[in-house]
């Protein structure tokens, strides 16, 4: 997937995660909410969760950078909440499985950000180089 604007695969890997990473939050949100039998604090936590994805959705079909990266920072950070209430809770599945999701969407930002500052800096080079050639000689 290669793109003269920078939205390549390292853009579409991470807004994808990011997308799934918001998914799972939610099913889980929702999935507390019905075990809990809809109190006022799972209904207040789903509401957000479900918020999430659709957030997702918009900046991806908006095609912003900046905001599936903001986005990506509030997935991994909650999904890095998520491990910590896990290990408070002595439960491993419900520590290990955020912290793990919470750093891949960390370097896959990470990724993201440094492609498209190559890819920038990229296209700064060849204007200037472009601008160059275009001086008359002697200039």
């Not at 990011?18 to 889980?28: C, D, E, Q, R, Y």
């Not at 599945?93 to 750093?103: E, H, I, T």
Request: a positive charge; hydrophobic letters at 50%.
């Amino acid at each position: 997937m290669k793109s003269a604007d920078g939205f390549g695969r390292a853009y579409w890997t991470c807004a994808g995660f990011t997308l799934f990473s918001a998914i799972v939050s939610a099913g889980f949100s929702l999935l507390a909410l019905r075990m809990a039998g809809g109190h006022e604090y799972a209904l207040y936590a789903a509401s957000r969760s479900v918020a999430l994805p659709l957030a997702v959705i918009y900046a991806m079909t908006l095609r912003s950078r900046g905001g599936t990266a903001t986005l990506a920072v509030a997935m991994t950070l909650v999904q890095l909440f998520d491990g910590i209430v896990g290990l408070r809770l002595h439960d491993p599945g419900r520590a290990y499985g955020p912290m793990v999701f919470a750093a891949i969407n960390f370097g896959l930002l990470v990724w993201m950000n440094r492609t498209a500052a190559y890819v920038q800096d990229l296209h700064s080079s060849d204007s200037r180089l472009r601008g160059l050639a275009d001086d008359p000689p002697g200039a």
